[in-house]
T-cell receptor, first 113, second 117 residues
């Protein structure tokens, strides 16, 4: 069974640009969550999508958005990039119940210059 | 508010030593779930264990064991006879159990474990 895949693995952007990250969940998983990991703030929840609907959202500005497609694949978009957006962005998939373990992808390392 | 605290930022041990990673959580929910994840240098988070708030039985899996105590709001993780391959960052996490709350995980800051040979 294929694991969670994320593309691209590495990305370099400049301030003010926008970026789109992609996540393909494990087959059969309907929930996709996104997390931001930085040395200072640690792992922080961004949002979760379940059956193409945003079900939960963390405390991030509106520049961070996402969507989920009918095949459960998800994209995350960050507009007007800031230096502080440099981070490892992790995607996790699960069956969607609160007690289900989440399976994480390898992450996308975003560097904003 | 929900919160997870891992007070130990870094731990260094020598192979074959036992090591315990501490995790203290805060929540007002009566039903919740606790998790431990391992993040090796490759960066991918690996699921280790899940516990629900009604199950205080300790669990052992090979060299790994977990001690869940609701009275002290702690969910500690012990590695027996540590090995170099255990070197990683370990995260404790908490999730709510309210219907439709989704699956958001609240993570601690992590403990970096270094095992030397």
């Amino acid at each position: 069974k294929a694991g969670v895949t994320q593309t691209p693995r590495y990305l370099i952007k400049t301030r003010g640009q926008q970026v789109t990250l992609s996540c393909s969940p494990i087959s059969g998983h309907r929930s996709v969550s996104w997390y931001q990991q930085t040395p200072g703030q640690g792992l922080q929840f961004l949002f979760e999508y379940f059956s193409e609907t945003q079900r939960n959202k963390g405390n991030f500005p509106g520049r961070f958005s996402g969507r989920q497609f009918s095949n459960s694949r998800s994209e995350m978009n960050v507009s007007t990039l800031e230096l502080g957006d440099s981070a490892l962005y992790l995607c996790a998939s699960s069956l969607g119940q609160e007690d289900n373990e989440q399976f994480f992808g390898p992450g996308t390392r975003l560097t904003v210059l | 508010a929900q919160k997870v605290t891992q007070a130990q930022t870094e731990i260094s041990v020598v192979e074959k030593e036992d090591v315990t990673l501490d995790c203290v959580y805060e929540t007002r929910d009566t039903t919740y779930y606790l998790f431990w994840y391992k993040q090796p240098p490759s960066g991918e988070l690996v699921f280790l264990i899940r516990r629900n708030s009604f199950d205080e039985q300790n669990e052992i899996s090979g060299r790994y064991s977990w001690n869940f105590q609701k009275s002290t709001s702690s969910f500690n993780f012990t590695i027996t006879a540590s090995q170099v391959v255990d070197s990683a960052v370990y995260f404790c996490a908490l999730s709510e159990a309210r219907r439709q709350a989704g699956t958001a995980l609240i993570f601690g800051k992590g403990t970096t474990l270094s095992v030397s040979s």
